[in-house]
């Protein structure tokens, strides 16, 4: 498809359990973003990668949270030991190149509900 | 450290008439702002934009204002409809080597027919 896809769009896991989040971006954008919204909070940053430099991320609020970007394209948001202020959605957005004022895209996002 | 505020958590406006949403930045190396908008189980989409080199900038029924002094800027929609309705939120970034998006908490606009 011509947007940013993400996998899976919703998910259950148990306390404890690791979960792995996916995301495709629009083929060409070398950047990508991780955002999170918590019930009736706004946008949460998490992490930015912007083509191979190093990915800032200062917005993980936990050394359980991980994320990677293979081959400058898709990306996984990984969460080790779920806890249950992790549910969420998690947003995926990606945009052409840094350093220009460019929009990013959104993909419709995965809710992870850890129970 | 909250860097963009939307103080208004929600708006109701009748159909027809404007919808005034507005935003407030701290960090003065923000030099693009970009207003999006939510609706429920969706993505944000991207609606219109702004660099810190202008003032204002106009699409259609929408138009973004941008006061640097102030630090505001502020989205009007005209006439504004039912299908407007859906939460925006309001995004900067410093550009330069970096465009990490910074959003504000969003305000849901509730356009009454």
């Known amino acids: 498809g011509a947007g940013v896809s993400q996998s899976p769009s919703n998910k259950v896991t148990e306390k404890g359990k690791d979960v792995e989040l996916r995301c495709d971006p629009i083929s060409g954008h070398t950047a990508l973003y991780w955002y999170r919204q918590s019930l009736g909070q706004g946008l949460e940053f998490l992490i930015y990668f912007q083509g191979n430099s190093a990915p800032d991320k200062s917005g993980l609020p936990s050394d359980r949270f991980s994320a990677e970007r293979t081959g400058g394209s898709v990306s996984t948001l990984t969460i080790q030991r779920t806890q249950q202020e992790d549910s969420a959605v998690y947003l995926c957005a990606s945009s052409f190149r840094a350093g220009m004022n460019t929009e990013a895209f959104f993909g419709q996002g995965t809710r992870l509900t850890v129970v | 450290d909250q860097q963009v505020k939307q103080n208004s958590p929600s708006l109701s406006v009748q159909e027809g008439r404007i919808s005034i949403l507005n935003c407030d930045y701290t960090n003065s190396m923000f030099d693009y702002f970009l207003w999006y908008k939510k609706y429920p189980a969706e993505g944000p989409t991207f609606l219109i934009s702004i660099s810190s080199i202008k003032d204002k900038n106009e699409d259609g029924r929408f138009t973004v204002f941008l006061n640097k002094s102030a630090k505001h800027l502020s989205l009007h929609i005209v006439p504004s409809q039912p299908g407007d309705s859906a939460v925006y939120f309001c995004?900067?970034?410093?550009?330069?080597?970096?465009?990490?998006?910074?959003f504000g908490t969003g305000t849901l606009l509730a356009v009454q027919p």
């Open positions: 995004a900067a970034s410093a550009g330069g080597a970096t465009n990490k998006l910074i």
